[in-house]
């Protein structure tokens, strides 16, 4: 047996077949290239019966891309149909089969390398993100050589465990929660997309493990544990035991906690605090709703512009908006407005490649400088507004000029619509979120600015603590317990009270079962998390006490290190 640390992404246990996804950049196929020789004509044969069958299942996909997400997203799919059509690379690796005498797969391989080495090398950032397709792609066919389609559980007829270098987009979009019980992957952390995306639809996961195509192969049995982030490969009968048990259990506590999904939140002597479910897609409110959530408190809206070639439209903006509002029925929906820059690129942005993305043209900076992009999301937020209670929130904050100018915008946007005859709540809240420590330190100016304010504290540790949240080279010092953090916490939420606005917390952090007491007692009116973390979160509430969080809260702000806070969260330790 084999045991792997990767970072715990998404928590729940899974034990499933490991289905090792094909990456075209690994060298496994060249020795395949010799093999041919003496059978060209069968091997160009094999080629195109192997495109016509990836092209029908991109065919499949493009069909749920399209019925999830739209044109925008389900445009990637198509180019890679086309691809599958594209006669002069077809000629190219037939060519290649005649004349150099390899097999099919090792044309296919060399032939999207080359096309990844081209599109790698270009300076338009749009064309070089088009590499990821080509390699998507080309991981597809090698997978159908193998007489399987890509990601799913054909060749095991039962669920599987996805075991990647990273999620890639076409198996994303259309993937099947039924078929995939868990994935990990070697690249990325408990912020990327993968994660969040595990968290939202309840998929336990682990990321940023290095390495797992050297050490697990297709078919092997794994134990994936995303609550602590470990990986079994071929696990003893007795662990199987063990971790069954354990997944019943877990199974158990969700029965358990279904009893709180209509609850309101409040402490064991009353005191309220709102939990609300972070979402990227408009699909996912509904979930949110079923999983308890007395609203959304951040809307990723970036996740709408990502993968796809060019900005959505007003319209289509607005159909994803007021899908997300009607699923809350009623219920405070936050929709972000576009956090685009640091880990999340949008090649057809065309901004130049930055030395430090987390401190370059990202977020508001980028929409203030493009006001027609950004107006066109603001009068699509605008108008959702009319078929439910949005409020609109604006990320990346630094200054109250960029304030003003976004409130200049938005008024301007009211303007328009209102000329056009076209509804929408005047009495729309905006807020920001505090993401930065000169938006925190500059709070009693700002919370007179706005009508409610959001800690993203996966951004405001990163700025803090001088470290960066994807380097795991500095993981260590990421530290959301650190009470440089905490203090900004409690000022940015006397100042927010002192002006009469709400304050809560949208980062990861939230859906800690831990840092609960803590948050209570700095003075937090709601946390917004993954859905899936929401009842658990509301049955720990319960069991607290607001006076003992306060007194938590309090010790933990005169602490000179974050482990000095965590041996305070020790109950035994603060109560005697
Ligand atoms: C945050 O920074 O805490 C946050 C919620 O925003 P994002 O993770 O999207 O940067
Ligand atoms: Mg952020």
Redesign the pocket.
């Known amino acids: 047996m084999n045991t792997i640390r990767g970072i715990a992404a998404a928590e729940g246990i899974a034990i499933g077949t490991a289905w090792v996804l094909p990456h075209i950049d690994a060298e496994d196929e060249q020795g395949e290239g010799a093999e041919a020789a003496a059978e060209p004509e069968r091997q160009k044969l094999k080629l195109q019966q192997t495109l016509e069958r990836v092209r029908q299942d991109l065919e499949k996909v493009y069909e749920q891309a399209q019925a999830k997400h739209g044109d925008g997203t389900a445009k990637i799919v198509k180019g890679q149909i086309l691809m599958t059509k594209d006669r002069s690379w077809i000629e190219g690796m037939a060519r290649l089969i005649e004349e150099e005498r390899v097999s099919a797969e090792f044309a296919v391989k060399t032939k999207v390398d080359e096309l990844i080495r081209m599109f790698e090398s270009m300076d338009n950032a749009y064309m070089r993100e088009r590499a990821s397709d080509v390699r998507d792609l080309g991981n597809r066919l090698l997978m159908r050589f193998k007489g399987a389609a890509y990601g799913g559980g054909e060749p095991f007829g039962g669920p599987v465990v996805w075991v990647a270098n990273d999620l890639p987009p076409s198996l994303t979009v259309a993937l099947d929660p039924d078929t995939v019980q868990a994935w990990i992957t070697e690249t990325g952390g408990r ?1 990327s997309h993968s994660s969040i995306l595990a968290r939202s639809l309840g998929i336990p996961a682990v990321v940023g493990a290095g390495d797992l195509r050297e050490r697990i192969r297709t078919g092997q049995t794994l134990i994936v544990d995303g609550g602590s982030g470990v990986v079994l490969v071929d696990p003893s009968p007795a662990l199987l035991r063990e971790y069954e048990e354990k997944r019943r259990k877990l199974a158990e506590s969700s029965s358990r906690l279904a009893r709180w999904k209509d609850e309101p939140t409040a402490t064991a002597d009353g005191k309220r605090i709102a939990l609300q479910a ?1 979402i990227g897609h408009a699909d996912e409110a509904s979930e949110a709703s079923r999983q308890g959530a007395e609203g959304i408190g ?1 809307f ?1 809206s970036e996740f709408l512009f990502m993968h796809r070639d060019d900005f959505p439209a007003e319209d289509e903006q607005l159909a994803a908006y007021r899908k997300s509002v009607e699923s809350m029925d009623g219920k405070p929906v936050t929709i972000r407005t576009l ?1 685009i820059g ?1 880990d999340k690129e949008l090649p057809y942005l065309q901004v130049p490649k930055e030395l430090n993305p987390f401190l370059g043209y990202r977020a508001i900076r980028l929409c203030l400088d493009r006001p027609r992009l950004f107006l066109t999301q603001l009068r699509a937020i605008l108008r959702a507004s009319h078929y439910g209670q949005v409020r609109l929130m604006l ?1 990346m904050i630094c200054a109250a000029e960029e304030i003003r100018e976004a409130h200049r915008l938005l008024q301007q946007a009211r303007e328009e619509l209102e000329r056009e005859g076209i509804a929408y709540d005047p009495y729309m809240k905006v807020g920001i ?1 505090v ?1 930065t420590p000169a938006a925190a330190l500059l709070m009693d100016q700002f919370g007179g600015m706005v009508d409610f304010v959001s800690i ?5 540790v990163q700025y803090t603590m001088a470290c960066d949240r994807m380097n795991e080279a500095v993981a260590r010092l990421y530290q959301p317990y650190h009470p440089a953090v905490l203090r900004q916490i409690r000022y940015i939420a006397e100042q927010a009270h002192r002006h009469g606005i709400t304050v809560s917390l ?3 952090w939230g859906s800690e079962a831990s840092a609960l007491p803590l948050l209570i007692g700095l003075g937090l009116d709601a946390i917004s998390m993954s859905a899936s973390s929401i009842l658990g979160i509301r049955e720990r509430a319960a069991s607290l006490d607001s006076e003992y969080c306060a007194q938590l809260a309090a010790a933990a702000l005169q602490c000179a290190s974050q482990e000095e806070v965590l041996s305070l969260l020790n109950p035994s330790k603060i109560q005697s």
Do not use: A, F
Request: proline share 6%.
């Open positions: 912020t972070n951040l990723r956090d640091g990320p979120m993401e993203g504290t996966n951004d405001l949208c980062g990861e």
